[in-house]
């Protein structure tokens, strides 16, 4: 089952048997409804975190600074990043934080930046669209493969 949001695919065979019976947390959770999606398909035990709230779904949502989220250490099995580091201030910030409070996985779905100079274009025009929709003050930023992974190897 593939579940599409703002032209975002999220492919739920990939990540079922990575989290399914356990207890996740969706960091840049939006709107949620691929949260709830998620929780009905797989059974788990959701938790929404983000800066504002936008829900569209009836799921809890505790609202953090972007930096520090406010949960003890390993208190969830898996985390989900949807299509959120491009919209972070200091996305490695979130990241570490992420493996703080996770035990297990880390899940991340993210745009990538290619040499194309029309994927630059798109990539700015959705990042400006993205934050002004949603009343952001920070830029979005794309990165490359290269330096996702170079972040992802830093963290270990």
Excluded: C
């Amino acid at each position: 089952m593939k579940i599409t949001t703002d032209q975002k695919t999220v492919e739920l065979e990939k990540i079922s048997e990575e989290i399914k019976n356990f207890k996740v947390l969706d960091i840049g959770s939006g709107s949620g409804i691929i949260a709830n999606r998620i929780r009905d398909q797989l059974g788990v035990k959701i938790t929404l975190v983000d800066v504002v709230d936008k829900r569209k779904v009836d799921l809890p949502l505790t609202i953090y600074d972007g930096q520090n989220l406010p949960f003890k250490d390993k208190s969830f099995d898996a985390a989900l990043l949807i299509f959120v580091l491009h919209h972070a201030e200091d996305p490695q910030a979130v990241l570490s934080e992420a493996k703080r409070v996770v035990r297990d996985k880390i899940i991340v779905y993210e745009d990538i930046i290619t040499r194309n100079p029309f994927d630059k274009i798109d990539s700015f025009l959705h990042g400006f669209a993205f934050n002004k929709t949603w009343n952001l003050q920070n830029e979005a930023i794309f990165k490359s493969e290269e330096e996702w992974k170079a972040i992802f190897k830093k963290l270990n």
